[in-house]
T-cell receptor, first 109, second 117 residues
């Protein structure tokens, strides 16, 4: 079966750094996506990785290791507005997105 | 605004009634997806279209659900004889579709929140 695992909830302090991990087992791999979702709103695209390594985009970075079936999202200089759920999704061999349940990130002052 | 739009944003209905939702994708996007999401879960795939062709439907999609994209632009999702278990956020997303030459990033609309009483 296909499976995406990520922690249910994490807590971090404003101004700090947090790393959200994602492990996956899918039938095929055509890229890994991270989305941010604020409560009651739709997911918004953050990053895409298809090759191994780190992709940096401002305060957010995403890392991929295909051999390990592993990715992480790194958020730096945390702000209160970063409080949201972060969804990891893998595009499988049929070009369908397989979604994790999301990691709820709580930022404390 | 050239993003994905959905209508209505909220729908409250009584069990047994039919409901229809509309999605307008980003204009140059060929692919359109419907998802369902419940609290604390990731989006659950329902179906998707490449232009006007419905290419895949989830096995979770009962025969009470039907989707159309008649002219390859907007799409509708209809739920017949709604049940309380249908209460969820219904999300629409669109992407460029092949051969875009780039990552198949899906862009989401604001969603329609359905409550079945």
């Amino acid at each position: 079966g296909q499976n995406i695992d990520q922690p249910t909830e994490m807590t971090a302090t404003e101004g700090a750094i947090v790393q959200i991990n994602c492990t996956y087992q899918t039938s095929g791999f055509n890229g890994l996506f991270w989305y941010q979702q604020h409560a009651g709103e739709a997911p918004t695209f953050l990053s895409y990785n298809v090759l191994d390594g780190l992709e940096e985009k401002g305060r957010f970075s995403s890392f991929l290791s295909r051999s390990k079936g592993y990715s992480y999202l790194l958020l730096k200089e945390l702000q209160m507005k970063d409080s949201a759920s972060y969804l990891c999704a893998v595009m499988d061999s049929n070009y369908q997105l397989i979604w994790g349940a999301g990691t709820k990130l709580i930022i404390k002052p | 605004d050239t993003g994905v739009s959905q209508d209505p944003r909220h729908k409250i209905t009584k069990r047994g009634q039919n409901v229809t939702f509309r999605c307008d994708p980003i204009s140059e996007h060929n692919r359109l997806y419907w998802y369902r999401q419940t609290l604390g879960q990731g989006p659950e795939f329902l179906t998707y279209f490449q232009n006007e062709a419905q290419l895949e439907k989830s096995r979770l999609l009962s025969d009470r659900f039907s989707a159309e994209r008649p002219k390859g632009s907007f799409s509708t999702l209809e739920i017949q004889r709604t049940e309380q278990g249908d209460s969820a956020m219904y999300l629409c997303a669109s992407s460029l579709g092949w051969p875009s030459g780039g990552p198949e990033t899906q862009y989401f609309g604001p969603g329609t929140r359905l409550t079945v009483l």
